[in-house]
């Protein structure tokens, strides 16, 4: 048996955005043609919009379907000068400048948020911040489903997100975008997505999109996500006392209900990764690879932790269908490592 707890990277498909999308093959017109049967995609598009537009808490014209939260921070960013904290996704910190300072809780402090870019909430820590009123860009492509938000109360002028980080399908996400707010299109050609993003829509991805995100608000407000972090917060106090010198990171502070981010200084977080595989979790490390070498968390380092704290994260996801015996079972399993890692080590 398999325990899955990787779920921000990405999430399972949602059976509801499985069966819209098996639903939506049939229609076999291109949304841009004017017959009958362009007509009935083009519709499907539009429906699907209008839900994800709703579930966000924003207008339908303000939603561009995109490839995923990468094309859309693309989107967003070319051609503009914006600040940022060390603690960005890649897909963000690409585009912007590393000035903005970030405190040993995670917090940014952003100064001029009308220059700035800030995340809702760290997809490896989970930390969640504070937008300020005004800020030009904010991805909330983790907060998106696990948290209450409404971007047309949230303050930010745009806004990314991906479908399957919610448990739609992967290859579709959304920039979300204030009325009057121009954004200048990188694939230019057909005129679609208001002449902001051209190129064939994507009829099965924004249906299965719009399915999840409609689930997502239901199992929000029916406190499925409390009841994650009940089991987050478990998972947290089961391996809290044997694991001393193990940083529960975010501790203390508003983080995403799924999840905990352990740093272990001198346990590999790629060796932790393996390990628990071969036990039967998937789980990520807070470090990434690049051109085959091991860099510690750029995240944790923007934190202030040292290279040893930071090279030794790991992050555990939790999602709807986790439970407490895979809770448990994952603290069993990773105590008993750690274990034989302090053996070995002393």
Known sequence: MRVYLDHNATTP???????????????????????????????????????????????GADVIFTSGATEAAALALDGRELHGGAIEHDAVDAWITDDLMVNEAGEV?????????????????????????????SDMTQGFGKLPLAFNWAGATMALTSAHKLGGP???????????????AH?????QEMGRRAGTENVLGAVGFAAAATAAMRDLAAGVWDEVASL???????????????IFVGKGVKRLPNTLCLAT???KGETQVMQM???????SAGSACSSGKVRASRVLRAMGYDEATAAGAIR??????????????????????????????G
């Open 13 to 59: 498909l949602r059976p509801e955005a499985r069966a819209a999308m098996i639903a939506a093959m049939d229609a076999v017109g291109n949304p841009s043609s004017v017959h009958a049967e362009g007509r009935a995609a083009k519709a499907l598009v539009e429906k699907a919009r209008a839900e994800v537009a709703s579930a966000f808490g924003a207008d």
């Open 109 to 137: 402090r952003v100064t001029d948020p009308a220059q700035s870019v800030l995340q809702l909430a760290n997809s490896e820590t989970g930390i969640v911040q504070t937008l300020p009123e005004g800020l030009a860009v």
């Open 170 to 184: 992967k290859g579709i996400g959304a920039l979300v975008v204030r009325r009057g707010t121009e954004v200048q």
């Open 187 to 191: 694939l230019k050609g057909g005129g």
């Open 232 to 246: 987050r917060d478990l998972l947290e106090e089961t391996l809290a006392p044997e694991a001393k010198g193990t």
């Open 265 to 267: 200084p001198g346990w």
């Open 277 to 283: 595989d071969l036990a039967g979790y998937a789980i």
């Open 316 to 345: 555990v996801s939790l999602g709807p269908e986790t439970t407490k015996q895979d809770v448990l079972g994952f603290a069993e399993a990773w105590l008993d490592r750690l274990r034989k890692h302090r053996a070995c080590a």
